[in-house]
């Protein structure tokens, strides 16, 4: 008797073809690649450990460039191995404030390359060369042509600049990207937040290598969404490094300021190792030399805790913020989950138990539970799976345009969860205008001087007409992966102008901490500015329209009333060359009684119109 394959509905047509996606960790120090078989999540290891390095060495010019472990070999080559190329990512040069030992190519408004042996290499192609080491050695464990794609994660404050970076870096290493994701929401699925029944409230709280991350989550009726997020794409463990090696110069009555780079990229790599000996004893004796003075020194983890306080204390900053925009109180948090290499330092667990006032899950290797989270979110996208968590991210800074004035008109607020759809309605400024520039804005404060410009595009075809007649629908879509779209029509003709705004490079340290924070600074003083703003705008908007209804109904008026109408329209353009709200305020409260009494004239007379010729019996 034969058999008969029969394939279900919904499946392959080899119901026994295997298919697998990736969960990547492309980190700042190491990157891991993770991968659901049998349903169990597990990291894949290189050799003795799942952390791959994530160096490239590129200063042979007659062989590839050398990834991982192997890199490592040629560390002290600091020009040809490029270390944290992920602190790069979507940055303009001029954006590159962090110390670092490379030679960078490239103009200032864009993203460097890094000047090596093998020529100029940027931190896209860099990465690229991490993740297809990653891909081909997930190749080699699984079976041929089973991978289906990949979800990578990014830190949750990467702005889109950074996103699309990490996005092309993964194209031109060969993966289908099936999704980007945060990397605080990766860890709360590695640790089944979503199978919990009841409501609750995490904050994520990830200290990696080279980033800090803070995300507040909430769970409600199988949704799994996030609050708010917060934190600092250039700070993490490096710094911690970098710290307890200036400390060390410091105890040798050395200044830092005199020591080369070469001599602390040591120090921090030694830094690093005695960090790492206090996760497991409580003191480490540290005998070395520093530019020929020989250093001795005992270093427990009460010091170890002072040196480290500027990093501790900015990390929970961030926390506090974070709970402020989400309004939630440290009360009413479920747990608090640690993830990154960082959190193993007991000086770090105490210091969030301390300040949260309860213990923090950490029970998953905070090194893999970002890569574990993130394949489980992919085996769910390849198998659509009805466990399936519904991920809300938010978008991380507010999205608007500019308006008359220099005005930012927030469309899409922060912390708004993704993927999202905002519309909202303009007009036009002046008569007769047939064209409008659309500025996408990014950022907290009042006027666009304030804020970060990420794009411009025109819409033409406006039919001409009065101002204030026309309708302008602008169009702000983002997507699950973070990819903004903005889109302008005109409603009576359906013209259309749109653009993917993927801005050349991303936020500074600087730039990402004044965006948050000069919002809440200056709320005051940017209240008074718009309130001044809208009020100059009114009455230039008013004077426009009184001066084209003259054009067409001056004849109505008497000669006192013409010449009264005009003296308060003069006066009222002489007070807006004062930056005085009151003095502006009183000259158009003294026009309106002209100009009210010109549009009830004209009023009268389109009455009359309409109704010559009629007789009341019509009625």
């Known amino acids: 008797m034969s058999l008969l394959q029969i394939s279900e509905p919904n499946q392959s047509k080899n119901p026994h073809q295997h298919r697998y996606a990736l969960g990547i960790d492309l980190g700042t120090t190491h990157s891991l690649v993770a991968v659901v078989r049998s349903g169990r999540a597990n990291a894949l290891p290189f050799g003795d ?45 001029s954006d590159i404030k962090f110390s670092h030992p490379y030679t960078l190519a490239g103009n200032d408004k864009t993203m460097p390359a890094f000047v090596t042996a093998q020529g100029e290499k940027s931190p896209v192609e860099t990465s690229a060369h991490i993740l297809k080491h990653l891909k081909n050695h997930a190749a080699a464990a699984l079976p041929p042509d089973s991978i289906q794609g990949a979800v990578i994660t990014v830190p949750a404050y990467f702005d889109d600049a950074q996103r699309t970076a990490t996005k092309d870096a993964a194209t031109a290493a060969g993966l289908t990207v099936l999704r980007l994701l945060n990397e605080p929401t990766a860890a709360a699925i590695a640790y089944g937040i979503d199978k919990n029944t009841a409501q ?7 200290l990696g290598g080279g ?16 609050l708010a997020t917060g934190g600092n794409s250039a700070l993490g463990g490096d710094d911690i490094d970098r710290l307890i090696a200036n400390w060390l110069i410091k105890t040798a009555n050395l200044n830092p300021a005199d020591i080369d780079h070469s001599e602390k990229s040591r120090l921090a790599k030694l830094a690093k190792t005695y960090k790492q000996a206090l996760s497991e004893q409580d003191s480490v004796l540290i005998e070395l030399n520093i530019a020929n003075t020989p250093v001795s020194v005992s270093l427990d983890n009460a010091t170890l805790s002072q040196i480290i306080e500027p990093v501790i204390r900015r990390t929970l900053q961030s926390c506090e913020q974070v709970m402020l925009d989400a309004k939630v109180d440290k009360s009413a948090l479920n747990d608090i989950i640690l993830v990154g290499g960082s959190t193993r330092m007991p000086v770090i667990r105490d210091a969030v138990e301390a300040h949260f006032g309860r213990v923090p899950l950490c029970s998953i290797n905070p090194d893999e539970v970002v890569a574990i989270g993130a394949s489980i979110a992919a085996d769910q996208l390849i198998n659509q799976s009805k466990d399936a968590l519904l991920l809300l991210d938010v978008t991380p800074l507010s999205l608007g345009i500019e308006t008359m004035g220099g005005l930012m008109e927030v469309i899409i607020p922060r912390n708004t969860p993704i993927p999202v759809t905002r519309r909202q309605v303009f007009t036009t400024h002046q008569d007769g205008q047939t064209g409008m520039i659309i500025q996408v804005v990014q950022g907290e404060r009042d006027t666009v001087a304030d804020c970060r410009r990420l794009a411009r595009f025109e819409l033409h075809g406006i039919p001409p007409m ?34 993917q705004v993927s801005p050349s490079y991303g936020l500074s340290e600087e730039q990402q901490e004044q965006l948050l924070q000069a919002g809440f600074i200056h709320a005051a003083e940017d209240k008074a500015a718009r309130m001044l703003i809208e009020t100059k705008v009114e009455a230039e908007r008013e004077l426009l329209a009184l001066q084209s209804a003259l054009t067409d109904f001056a004849d109505l008026l008497s000669d006192d009333e013409h010449a009264n109408l005009r003296h308060h329209m003069q006066a009222t353009t002489d007070a807006l060359t004062t930056d005085d709200k009151a003095v502006i305020d009183q000259a158009i409260k003294a026009l309106k009684v002209h100009s ?14 309409a109704l010559a010729g009629t007789r009341t019996s019509d009625w």
Do not use: C, W
């Open 49 to 93: 450990s799942p952390l791959l390095p994530s160096v490239v060495y590129y200063g042979n010019k007659s062989s590839a460039p050398v990834v991982g472990n192997a890199a490592l070999v040629y560390a002290d080559d600091l020009k040809n191995t490029i270390i944290s190329a992920k602190r790069f990512m979507g940055r303009a040069k």
């Open 200 to 206: 609750g409230n995490y904050l994520v709280y990830d």
């Open 211 to 226: 980033t800090f991350d803070v995300s507040l989550l909430r769970l409600s009726d199988g949704v799994f969404e996030v």
């Open 466 to 499: 009065k101002a204030g007649l026309a309708r302008v629908e602008v169009t702000y879509a983002i997507d699950a992966n973070g990819q903004l779209t903005v889109s302008a029509r005109e409603t009576t003709t359906d013209i259309v102008s749109q653009i």
């Open 596 to 609: 009210d009494h010109f549009a009830s004239v004209i009023m009268d007379k389109n009455v009359k119109d």
